[in-house]
C-alpha cells in the first residue's frame, strides 16, 4: 500500500501570514490532488497536478509537483480567516482509479 | 443542483443490528466509492464502483457490502456492525473512473456510532 505523508499535521498562524503545507511519500504517484474540508461537510478538489515539477495558482494558493512524482506542496500566501478547513493531499493509483490519501494538515487562520 | 445525498447525516446504533447507508447522485456519474475516515488515520477507500453492477473492495472492506444495481445509487451496508465501524463515512461519485481527469464530489457525510 502506497503512502502519503502530510505535514505539519497542525498549524495556527494569524491572518496575513504565509504557510506551506507539505505532502511526502516513497512511491510515485500518477497524479496527485489537494483538497480542503470544512467542519460538517466533504472534501472539496482543490486542484489536480500531473506532471513532474508542475505548479498551479489558485488566488493564494499554489500547488507544486515534485520532478519524481513522489511529493508536492501547498503554499498560501497571506492566509485569510475563509482558509481555515482541514487540507488533504490525494495521490492517484497507477490504476487511476482509486485514492491514497494523507492523513491532513488542520489550518486554524485567525484574525 | 448537482449533489451527493447520503442518509442518514447521524446514526447510533448497537452492535450487531443490520444498517444501511444509502448514498444518490443526480449527475449521472458511472464512478462512485465509499470512504470512512478516522482520526489520526485520515479517509481511507472502503468499497469503489465503476458501473453498474461492477464493485469492488477498497483498502479496508472487512465487514462492508455494496451494491450498485442502478446508476445513481450506491448503498453501503453493514450487515453486523461492531464498535471498531464507529467513524465518519463519506460516499463521493465521479464522471469517471480516470480520477485524475475528473473531479471526484463528496456527500456531507454520516457520522456512525456503534455502542
Known amino acids: 500500500t502506497q503512502l502519503l505523508e502530510q505535514s505539519p499535521q497542525f498549524l495556527s498562524i494569524q491572518e496575513g501570514e504565509n504557510l506551506t503545507v507539505y505532502c511526502n511519500s516513497s512511491s510515485v504517484f500518477s497524479s496527485l490532488q489537494w483538497y480542503r474540508q470544512e467542519p460538517g461537510e466533504g472534501p472539496v478538489l482543490l486542484v489536480t497536478v500531473v506532471t513532474g515539477g508542475e505548479v498551479k495558482k489558485l488566488k493564494r494558493l499554489t500547488f507544486q509537483f515534485g520532478d519524481a512524482r513522489k511529493d508536492s506542496s501547498l503554499h498560501i500566501t497571506a492566509a485569510q480567516p475563509g482558509d481555515t478547513g482541514l487540507y488533504l493531499c490525494?495521490?492517484?493509483?497507477?490504476?487511476?482509479?482509486?485514492?491514497?490519501f494523507g492523513k491532513g494538515t488542520m489550518l486554524l487562520v485567525s484574525p | 443542483e448537482a449533489q451527493v445525498t447520503q442518509n442518514p447525516r447521524y446514526l447510533i446504533t448497537v452492535t450487531g443490528k443490520k444498517l444501511t447507508v444509502t448514498c444518490s447522485q443526480n449527475m449521472n456519474h458511472e464512478y462512485m466509492s465509499w470512504y470512512r475516515q478516522d482520526p489520526g488515520l485520515g479517509l481511507r477507500q472502503i468499497y469503489y464502483?465503476?458501473?453498474?453492477?461492477?464493485?469492488d473492495k477498497g483498502d479496508v472492506p472487512e465487514g462492508y457490502k455494496v451494491s450498485r444495481k442502478e446508476k445513481r445509487n450506491f448503498p453501503l451496508i453493514l450487515e453486523s456492525p461492531s464498535p471498531n465501524q464507529t467513524s465518519l463515512y463519506f460516499c463521493?461519485?465521479?464522471?469517471?473512473?480516470?480520477?485524475?481527469?475528473?473531479?471526484?464530489?463528496f456527500g456531507a457525510g454520516t457520522r456512525l456510532s456503534v455502542l
Open positions: 464502483s465503476m458501473n453498474v453492477e461492477v464493485t
Open positions: 463521493a461519485s465521479s464522471f469517471s473512473r480516470v480520477l485524475a481527469k475528473n473531479i471526484q464530489y
Open positions: 490525494a495521490g492517484v493509483n497507477s490504476g487511476y482509479s482509486t485514492l491514497t
